[in-house]
Each structure stands twice: as C-alpha cells, then as structure tokens.
C-alpha cells in the first residue's frame, strides 16, 4: 500500500492470480434482477442444463416452463430482468462475477455462474416472504451452490429461517443500512439475524477500513465486514448511461457480494464438494481483524 494508506482492500487482483472461478459453481443472486444483456455478464449467466430454450415445456419437471436463467417470482415468468424496473441485483451480480475481459469492471469471481432469481420490483409491489422462500427453494433444488441476499426488512418469519436452512446452501446476507447495532435489544433486520446456521451476515466498510456510517453492526451478530462504500459495478443501460453502463453505489448490499465472490473462489479452488457449514467457516477464519470495525464484527474485515 502507499505510504499512509490503510491496506484494507480485499486482494482481488492477487486472488485472480490464483484463482479466477469456475462456471461450474453457481451464485444464486435473490434481488430485483440481472440484466443478462450487459456484456460483463452475458458470459456468466447460468443455463438451466434441464430445459429447452422456448419450447413451452417444463422439460425438466420442476414447475418452472422455460426458466433458462433462473426466475422472476415477482411476476411469475421466466424473464429474470424487466428493463426500467431493476437494476440493484444487476449491480450485485456485476461485483460478485463480471467477467475479466479487459474492459469495464471485472468481479471478485469473473468464472463462476450467476442463477439469476427475482423476487423484488421497484415498480410493482412485490418482495414478500412467500417469494422469497419459493426463490431460495428455486436455488437449492436446481444446484446453486451459494445465495447471494442483498435484501432484508424487519420482522422475523420462522418459515424463512426454516427454509433458510433447508437450503443447505452458504446464505450471504446483508447486514442492513440502519446504522443500528444488531446485538441491542429490539434490534430487527432479517434475514441478516436469522437463526439458520448457514447464514454469513455482512456489515459494510469504507476504503479507509472504518465502519461506513450506514451499516448495521453487532459484535455477535454481523460476522465480517467487507467494502460497501463507492462501489462500481454493471448497471442496466437507461437514460444518460448507454451500454455498457457501469454505476457507484453504497450499502450492505454491495458488501455481501464480496464475500459470495471469495466463497465462490474457495469453492471452485477447493478439491470437492464442501458443505455450508465448512465453508462458512473457511471464510471466516480468513478475515482479517480490524481494530476499526473490532466491535463491529466477530471477525473483522474480509480478507
């Protein structure tokens, strides 16, 4: 790092040297969306391995006619983006999988796969539990091997937390924008505190390596901290910003993608199959602590 400036950034471009992601792992990102179309991720869309592209049949029998990319359980059809309506989950898949090919930005895993399955809409009300669950079960019965959760509200739904942890699968969750302490009595913001085990929640950090004055923390309940403060990533082109439209933006939901990004790497590096709980742990005992954020986290910074 340069002469007095904290090294807090989380070794990307070092962890590309070793590993660049497999397409055979597959991120389920749970948003709003992923425009397919931008050309960081037309390469990193999953393909359902099962179905026939157009043909009005679910070839594959997991009720879901044509779902090639994933799903939209918001508007209950196979078109995982609506142009205008999204672009937060784009944004996320961008950080967590933009492909290195030499332009734009690239993501912290540019080889693994993105299963693209919306639930939220910015413009018809959607985002509620039942959808989100029907999207979690989506992923797990269709071989994702992570969720990415950049989403969250108050009020605990035991059936969420179940389904959570049926999944079997690493819950990546963001810790929430509040600025609110997770551990405090009446603290509520879920699914970052569901009691599922395989569920990594995520507070956000700045470049400097302090807290970012939005995040939810907990010393007990928000298990690292990772950058979520002037990120650039993939962002559908609209209005001012033509294809390949890139954008800045801030919050717990752009730190959770970083740490889906490492725990994609350690999954396409790893010699077999691991399970949630394993993983999880790989990537916690990766963290670095930081004396900034040490009563913020149970671990510190991810490294």
């Avoid at 340069?2 to 070793?18: F, K, S, W, Y």
């Avoid at 600025?179 to 995520?202: C, M, Y």
């Avoid at 740490?259 to 399970?275: E, F, Q, R």
Wanted: overall charge negative.
């Amino acid at each position: 790092p340069q002469t007095g400036v904290p090294d807090v950034d989380i070794d990307g471009l070092e962890a590309l040297r070793v590993q660049q992601g497999k397409s055979s792992i597959v991120v389920a990102v749970i948003d709003d969306g992923v425009d397919f179309s931008h050309p960081d991720l037309a390469g990193r869309k999953w393909t359902n391995p099962g179905e026939t592209p157009g043909d009005g049949i679910d070839n594959d029998n997991n009720g879901y006619i044509d779902d090639i990319n994933g799903w939209d359980f918001c508007h209950d059809d196979n078109t995982v983006h609506d142009a205008g309506h999204d672009g937060h989950g784009t944004h996320v898949a961008g950080t967590i999988a933009a492909s290195l090919n030499g332009t734009g930005v690239v993501g912290v895993a540019p080889g693994v796969s993105i299963m693209a399955l919306k639930f939220i809409d910015d413009v018809q009300s959607c985002g509620d539990d039942a959808m989100a669950i029907d999207a979690i079960d989506y992923a797990a019965n269709n071989g994702a091997d992570v969720i990415n959760a950049s989403w969250g509200g108050t009020g605990e739904n035991p059936a969420l937390d179940q389904t959570i942890a049926d999944s079997e699968l690493l819950f990546i969750a963001a810790a929430g924008n509040s600025g609110i302490d997770l551990d405090a009595p009446g603290a509520d913001f879920f699914p970052a505190e569901s009691p599922a085990p395989n569920v990594l929640t995520v507070g956000a950090i700045d470049q400097t390596g302090q807290i970012a004055d939005f995040s939810n923390f907990g010393a007990t309940r928000v298990d690292l901290m990772a950058p979520g403060t002037n990120i650039l990533s993939t962002y559908p082109a609209q209005s001012g910003c033509p294809s390949p439209c890139y954008a800045w933006s801030d919050g717990t939901s752009m730190s959770a993608p970083h740490v889906t990004g490492v725990a994609a790497l350690a999954l396409s590096k790893a010699s077999g199959p691991m399970t949630a709980a394993a993983l999880r742990s790989l990537v916690l005992a990766a963290a670095v602590p930081l004396q900034a954020a040490s009563c913020f986290s149970v671990t510190g910074r991810l490294a």
